[in-house]
């Protein structure tokens, strides 16, 4: 069964780090292109960053504090957080997408895992 696994949340002060992980089974992770998202209370849900053929995007309110990667020996991509705000505080979710010609793409998210910036 195909699946994202996250872990790695937290209760953490500001100016803090926190890594976030997430784990995929039943597909090999390095196919797919991989984000990291975020929904903080009464917010749309926000992208924070992605890696797509190699290459990698941040949304602004992150760039220059979070760092996303991946590990392909296992399978598992990560979100390093650094100088967490308040703002910062959401529940992150990551997602793999593999988009192929003719086929509705494949599409996996994360369960979810709250971060809680404060003092």
């Known amino acids: 069964q195909e699946q994202l696994v996250e872990s790695g949340g937290g209760l953490v002060q500001p100016g803090g780090s926190l890594r976030l992980s997430c784990a995929a089974s039943g597909f090999t992770l390095d196919d797919y292109a991989v984000g990291w998202f975020r929904q903080g209370p009464g917010m749309a849900r926000e992208g924070l960053s992605c890696i797509v053929n190699n290459t990698t995007y941040y949304a602004d309110s992150v760039k220059g504090r979070f760092t996303i990667s991946r590990d392909n020996a296992k399978n598992t991509m990560y979100l390093q957080m650094n100088s967490l705000k308040f703002e910062d505080t959401a529940v992150y979710y990551c997602?793999?997408?593999?988009?192929?010609?003719?086929?509705?793409?494949?599409?996996?998210w994360g369960q979810g895992t709250q971060v809680t910036v404060s003092s």
């Open positions: 997602n793999a997408v593999l988009f192929r010609t003719g086929v509705l793409p494949d599409d996996y």
